[in-house]
């Protein structure tokens, strides 16, 4: 383990790949997006399972990046396959006070269009014993339908929403925005536009945000980015020493070439590999 991460301050790999976190667009937050692979760009096993890919060294530069930024963003798949706590746990035991209390923890937002989410979740149990910030379920009303009266699963949608704001999380609403861009031969028919959902969480108050996956969020990034929509300022990538082979879940398979990346800095923690880059916007 190198010095560095050992410090009480961010590692200076990230300072030269973050830089000061301002959005050069007063509408959007700056935005990290980053996540851990395996050398074959697989971010789960087998039918999704969750794999612990960071080592510790990694996995400590990763909390300090959710120190770092306001927000931290999931989508609903990995909320329900991984029942994350997205809050700050492995850094330096503070000499007073424990975690919680020394650190910021970044806010917890979930994209989540059909409220999946449970409200018996980690995140919200966590906030209900301040172990993080409450989270925001970013959705949006289902489609209207053609029939006058409501369909089943609008008042599904309703009841969800209501159990959701019970527990004192937050539901903000977007607009459906019908143009928003598909990706080809995949299920993102239902998806909230990615710049509506920075948009609003900026709109929120949020300046910073560190998009930690699941697959398909990274994808929509990713393919926005292909597409010449550049809505990440940041990636910051660990790379581990494993394969996981085909049955994994990758993210990469619908890419072609991403214009506009350029390397900052490469950094061996551990038996890790962490990749910065920039993303010209
Ligand atoms: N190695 C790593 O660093 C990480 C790995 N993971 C792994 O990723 C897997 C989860 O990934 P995945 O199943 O793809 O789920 P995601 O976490 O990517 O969530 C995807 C869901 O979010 C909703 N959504 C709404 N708008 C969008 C949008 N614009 N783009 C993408 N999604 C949107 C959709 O919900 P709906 O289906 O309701 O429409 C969609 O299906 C887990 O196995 C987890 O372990 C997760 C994070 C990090
Ligand atoms: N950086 C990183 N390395 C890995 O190996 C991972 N599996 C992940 N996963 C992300 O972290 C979430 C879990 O967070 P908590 O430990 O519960 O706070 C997981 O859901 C992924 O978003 N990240």
Known sequence: MSSEAESQDPPAFLASVL???VSSDPTLPYVTLTFAQSLDAKVAGRGGLQLILSGNESMKMTHWMR???????????????????LNVRHLPFPAQGG???????????VLDPNL???PKCKLIYNASLKAGE???IISARPAKTE?????????????RKAALEKTGAKVILIERDPSHMLIP?????SYLSMSAVLRAIRAEGIKSVMVEGGARVILSFLHNAQEGKQLFDSLVVTVAPVIVGAHGVGYSELLDDIPGLEHVRT?????DVVFGMKAMR
Do not use: C, F
Request: glycine residues 10%; charged residues 20%.
């Open 134 to 136: 409450t989270p925001w």
């Open 67 to 85: 120190t770092m930024h306001e927000g931290i963003l999931i989508g609903v798949g990995t909320a329900v396959n991984d029942n994350p706590q």
């Open 267 to 271: 950094e061996a923690l551990g038996k």
């Open 147 to 159: 029939s006058a009266v409501e369909s089943q699963d609008g008042i599904d949608w309703e009841a």
């Open 116 to 118: 999946r989410i449970s």
């Open 99 to 109: 975690h919680m209390q020394h650190y910021h923890h970044p806010r917890p937002l």
């Open 19 to 21: 830089g000061r976190l």
């Open 185 to 189: 031969n995949s299920d993102s028919s």
